[in-house]
């Protein structure tokens, strides 16, 4: 199996061709509907599936419910949100002589990559990205550990959907010959640094704008 790094079909709207922000990044989401789709789906699966119980004893249907949040949450990562939210995707394709080529593609080094990210949706794009597959983890513990077999299933469906697009998403960003493990840790470690700055930064920003301002007697 070899990778490519290069698009090799037509698209109806070229990669990176999509409309510019207007705005110049100043709209707090410039895809707001995406955005609530690419964290709602991965949300409400994680919700079908500890709170299922509570409403019915069905295992049926919220195998069925499951499957179809995570279909369309791997639908919409995969071909419209990182697209999107990040200037990045990554495709499957077979040659003609039968090999499977797989393409990473990001338009981070474009020099107008900065204009076309909102940097709050490119934020909670990866948390979401990140975060879901951790809890789906941490669920699988809970499972093997209960010997919920067929609750089981159902995770492992979901770590390997969530985990594609995890996977993808990473070669994309950090190129097609980045080592997993590593740069997954190194990038969760930015993140959580990046949210504690930005949390830092929100909360001081009052804090200096409500002090009395100095009285002048003349």
């Known amino acids: 199996m070899s990778s490519a790094t290069v698009p090799l079909l037509d698209d109806t709207v070229p990669f990176g061709d999509e409309e510019l922000d207007s705005s110049g990044g ?3 989401l410039s895809h707001p509907y ?3 789709f690419h964290v709602f789906f991965r949300g409400a699966a994680v919700a079908t599936y500890l ?3 509570l409403f019915s004893d069905s295992f049926i249907k919220c195998f069925l ?3 179809f949040l995570l ?3 791997f639908y919409l990562v995969k071909n419209l949100s990182g697209r999107l939210l990040v200037g990045m995707r990554w495709w499957n394709y077979v040659d ?3 090999r499977s080529h797989w393409v990473f593609e990001s338009k981070k080094g474009d020099a107008n990559y900065e204009a076309r990210i909102n940097p709050h949706e490119a934020r909670l794009f990866w948390m979401a990205l990140v975060v879901c597959p951790v809890i789906w983890s941490l669920l699988l513990l809970v499972a093997l550990v209960g010997f919920k077999f067929e609750w089981m299933l159902l995770v492992l469906i979901a770590l390997s959907l969530n985990g594609a697009n995890l996977y993808g998403y990473i070669k994309c960003n950090f190129g097609a010959g980045a080592n997993l493990s590593t740069t997954t840790t190194d990038f969760v470690k930015s993140q959580v640094l990046k949210n ?3 949390l830092m930064t929100q909360s001081s920003t009052p804090a200096a704008s ?3 301002k100095p009285t002048i007697v003349a």
Do not use: L, Q
């Open 65 to 67: 419910m499951m499957v």
């Open 96 to 98: 003609d002589d039968g």
């Open 51 to 53: 709170f299922w119980g």
């Open 71 to 73: 279909s369309a949450d």
């Open 26 to 28: 100043a709209k707090r």
């Open 34 to 36: 995406v955005t609530f």
């Open 196 to 198: 504690a700055v930005s």
């Open 210 to 212: 409500a002090a009395p």
